[in-house]
């Protein structure tokens, strides 16, 4: 997974509760991104970053927030979690704009 | 909103068969790009091609683009058990923000 990690790669939390998905790069590329994948709205593009603190929303980003202080990481905090949050969360990175991205192993987050 | 449509929403072929997958989008773009994921992992970038090609060859896939119709089809040739996945395509729009635009994918079946 072309330098990427996510952690954690499981987590279970309770609704109410923050939660932060961290994600690393060592590709040093400059645009990073969240999705969440769920059965039956394929990949929905969370929050991405196209730079050091340099941020934008993507098309399901209410309830989440992101910070991106370094290069490599970039971070995804659900602010107060509820259920309908259970998901995939999958982080990619990408050299370009609009060009090839490269996913990271993905993140599995139950909220009860 | 999901730029591109793929079709079919899920394919099921006998090993040594060709598979076709379709995918067709709405805006102009600068890129039309196809992805495979297997259960549980993130995506892999396959091919990339641009809004001035029409046909792209790697290995046993083969991708042709025609904008006049905006649409895009995967090829896969001599398929395997092994290409048993899902296959998104994104867009890159030319007006768009930094980001792809993915379908909600096709869901291939390769039997032994």
Known sequence: ?112 | SQQGEEDPQALSIQEGENATMNCSYKTSINNLQWYRQNSGRGLVHLILIRSNEREKHSGRLRVTLDTSKKSSSLLITASRAADTASYFCATGEIQGAQKLVFGQGTRLTINP
């Open chain 1, 1 to 112: 997974d072309a330098g990427i990690t996510q952690s954690p790669r499981h987590k279970v939390t309770e609704t109410g509760t923050p939660v932060t998905l961290r994600c690393h790069q060592t590709e040093n590329h400059r645009y990073m991104y969240w999705y969440r994948q769920d059965p039956g709205h394929g990949l929905r593009l969370i929050h991405y970053s196209y730079g050091v603190k340099d941020t934008d929303k993507g098309e399901v980003s209410d309830g989440y927030s992101v910070s991106r202080s370094k290069t490599e990481d970039f971070l995804l905090t659900l602010e107060s979690a509820t259920s309908s949050q259970t998901s995939v969360y999958f982080c990619a990175i990408s050299e370009r704009d609009r060009e090839t991205q490269y996913f990271g192993p993905g993140t599995r987050l139950l909220v009860l």
